[in-house]
């Protein structure tokens, strides 16, 4: 089992980057597969990106490629989310989630954190 806390979010306007934490408690951080997952008011919880236990393989969602970028640092217990070029559009509670395989869907995640909520203005 792993509990997760997020931090980082904060008002941005948009161009700008924030990077978002997740802290991670538990002895088998190491073993999971490590994701980002947002919602905005009103639409269902959408995948962001993952990274695989070891981060050596990530993958992201086409709306965040090549603006977003996952890490993780398994020494630390954390994962990070750095966010550049950021739009309106990403305006969003972001959530930190745990699972033992790679998953695009949301609802396969098996741990959450309580969400950091990112606002972009325009």
């Known amino acids: 089992q792993v509990q997760l806390v997020e931090s980082g979010g904060r008002l941005v306007q948009a161009g700008g980057s924030l990077r978002l934490s997740c802290a991670a408690s538990?002895?088998?951080?190491?073993?999971?597969?490590m994701a980002w997952i947002r919602q905005s008011p009103g639409k269902e919880r959408e995948f962001v990106a993952y990274?695989?236990?070891?981060?050596?393989?990530?993958y992201y969602a086409d709306s965040v490629r090549d603006r977003f970028t996952i890490s993780r640092d398994n020494a630390k217990n954390a994962v990070y989310l750095q966010m550049n070029n950021l739009k309106p559009e990403d305006t969003a509670v972001y959530y930190c989630?745990?699972?033992?395989?790679?998953?695009?869907?949301?609802?396969?995640?098996?741990?959450w954190g309580q969400g950091t909520q990112v606002t972009v203005s325009s």
């Open positions: 990274i695989t236990s070891g981060g050596g393989l990530t």
């Open positions: 989630a745990a699972a033992l395989r790679t998953y695009s869907r949301p609802s396969h995640y098996s741990y």
């Open positions: 538990g002895p088998t951080f190491d073993t999971y597969v």
